[in-house]
């Protein structure tokens, strides 16, 4: 059934967050969807915001203050909710000695967040452990690195994974909780998160806890580096699928990176074993701990929160992650999510236009047999990349339409000044569900075809609307329930609502 757009049903004064500001609506998880008090299925779309650049200079204020951060856009774009990152030297520049100015410039930063209706999950990032081994993430004396010496990346930033023994040396001894003062670095890690989750624990905003950014093996990386790179010159060579002739010709063409385009999904297949044993027993055995412990740490300041579980580094790659469901005092926690990364090999380089949806789509249903085993929501906490000119925007697009097609929520990599400006908008903002009367079954933006198209189903009477949002306007809408149209900013917000049932909206621009 289509109403004419100006029809209106009495949600004039009508918010997502109807309890206003200061009392946002609490978000929780249901099997593999988040949802909020009102029993709807929420879905979230933002940006990654992180600092990671104060470990070393002294400053208090958070990189992107509330008088710089461009909110209203922000939200008019349809984004609700940000990755905030930080790191474990700005927190706890000494053993003990928290960082409470940095953490009140966060606070101002929540505050205007919950003002416009945005939620956060916090991130503590580490990129190469730390900044002595020219990455960023935990503090100087927490950095134990040995007999070994940190070198300087050359030619990409993560060049120390794969053969830096002090970034290796650092990480084992973190994984192997090593004392500094007789305490563990484990131990010291976790109190600085319950110690953040205390200052954060009632804060309306709040979404939950991103415990460690990319989780690196230590040594064991290196074992799996040398492995990877057999594997793949054993595949190049023996693999019938690989067209040698083509493979060189294209190394040796004008467009380079086209030699890498048969390294597609069915290659990657090939690549990438079920099981790397170096890679499942950290997964088991060291990182699984860890996310207990700290979670662990949390739980003891607050129940608020849900607690995000990262796969390991190498696992952005495609090598299977075998993480379990984090626990607490030995009971499974209720309140957790799945956040996946993953990248094409061309992230980080000007080649990015060449990126490979094949490849990428391989990375991303690896994580989806993740979220199967582990039956918990996913919110994709890194993706994307950046190139000049917009031939990589359909790869956008396409890993934008993946995650509809999996119900997945997701945080873009990430926020810059001026991104607001920038062409990519008219890709990362689109029509999307935000809030659903029920549980999704489907939805889909077609850009060719210009429609939306939401498929729900409903299991009771709700006194709150379905919420899609749109950057365009609507031509018509096709529902068997009300609906009223109303502007944000530049865009727009559509409220339903229905009865009990399995519902379709068709949204026509």
Known sequence: MAYDIRSFIGYNN??????????MEKISTKGRSFVDEYGRERIFSGLNVCDKYHFGTGKTDYAYSPEDFPFDRFVELGF??????????????QPRVYNNKFLSSVERFLNKCSEKGIYVFLDMHQDLYSFYCYGDG?????????????????????????????????????WDNKTVNGIGLQDYFADAWKHIAERFKDHSALFGFDILNEPFPGSAGMKMSKKVVGQVAYVTLKDKRIKKTKLIRDALGKEKPRALDQYNEEIMKALIPE?????????????????????????????????????????????????????????????????????????????????????????????????ERLDIPVLVGEWGGNAEGTEWFPHVEYLLN?????????????????????????????????AVTGFIDYHKYD????????????????????VIYSPFECKSVETDGKYEIKPLGCAYEVYITTGKGKHTVKLSF
Request: proline share 7%; glycine share 4%; hydrophobic share 35%.
């Open 275 to 371: 099981k790397v044993e170096e890679i499942y027993r950290f997964d088991t055995q060291r990182y699984m701990p860890f996310l207990n412990k700290t979670a662990s740490a949390i739980r003891e300041a607050t129940d608020n929160g849900i607690i995000f579980i990262e796969n390991c580094y190498f696992s952005n790659i495609g090598i299977p992650c075998s993480n379990s469901p984090i626990t607490v005092k030995g009971k499974i926690e209720p309140q957790q999510c799945f956040a996946p990364h993953a990248y094409d090999i061309m992230v980080d380089t000007p080649a990015y236009k060449y990126a490979n949806n094949s490849r990428v789509g391989f990375l991303f249903n690896q994580h989806r047999k993740t979220q």
């Open 14 to 23: 009508y918010k997502i967050n109807k309890k206003g500001s200061d009392n």
């Open 80 to 93: 609700n909710i940000i990755r905030l990152g930080f790191t474990w030297s700005v927190i706890e520049p």
């Open 447 to 466: 850009k060719e075809a210009k429609t939306f198209t939401l498929r729900f189903t409903q299991d009771k009477q709700f006194d709150v609307p379905c």
């Open 138 to 174: 935990a503090p100087r004396w927490a950095t134990l690195t040995d007999k070994y010496v940190p070198f300087k990346p050359k030619f990409v930033w993560a060049e120390p994974y794969f053969y830096g023994r002090a970034c290796h040396r650092a990480f084992d001894n973190f």
């Open 402 to 434: 993946l995650f509809d097609g999996y119900k997945w929520s997701n945080t873009y990599w990430c926020y810059v000044d001026g991104l607001f400006d920038k062409q990519l908008m008219s890709v990362l903002s689109r029509p999307y569900p935000k």
